[in-house]
């Protein structure tokens, strides 16, 4: 009897293993433990605008954009001096050959999405954690970035040596 229980010990052990090391990489489980609401999930509008005359309106579209939506392309466009008013609909900027060039001007790779997706995925991976750390859903974000991390304290102490003004500094210690 006690030899068949730690047969089944073994055989839940193996399966447990094998269960660990066999799932997609997930780095950071902010959703254990957790019983609120995520606050990034929620976007913020633009303030709603009272139209000069009703009758220019356009008519409702089904899915269609509202002028109070947020358009991130072209926010991104206006903050980099281009007009927004030239994306097409695609978001592809159209006849800004300055702000086109300014921005390419280190060499454009089309594919780069799926390549950085590529590259993120063979680094979480690689840096999935150890197998009670993946048994047990813990956060191993920050230890596998830990390396590419920028500390605040000696970045904000190399730019004030450098006499670059820094009103808004970090407290010490920082958020960690």
Not at 55 to 68: K, Q, V
Request: proline residues 7%; positive net charge; glycine residues 8%.
């Amino acid at each position: 009897m006690a030899k068949q229980a730690r047969r089944m010990a073994l055989l839940l052990l193996v399966c447990a293993s094998v269960a660990a090391c066999s799932r997609e990489p997930d780095l950071m489980n902010i959703e254990r433990g957790q019983d609120t609401p995520d606050e990034f999930a929620i976007l913020p509008n633009k303030p709603i605008q009272q139209p000069e005359n009703y009758r220019d309106l356009p008519a409702p579209t089904l899915g269609g954009s509202n002028r109070a939506d947020a358009s991130p392309f072209k926010d991104a466009v206006a903050a980099l001096g281009g007009n927004p008013e030239r994306l097409n609909t695609t978001g592809q900027l159209v006849g800004e050959p300055g702000l086109i060039g300014h921005v390419t001007r280190f060499g454009l790779t089309r594919n780069i999405r799926q390549q950085l997706a590529a590259e993120d995925y063979q680094f979480r991976k690689k840096n999935d954690g150890r197998l009670l750390e993946r048994l047990f859903n813990v956060n191993v974000y920050y230890k596998a970035y830990a390396r590419q991390s920028l500390d605040q304290e000696s970045e904000l102490s190399r730019f004030r040596r450098a006499g670059v003004a820094t009103p808004s500094a970090p407290p010490a210690g920082g958020l960690q």
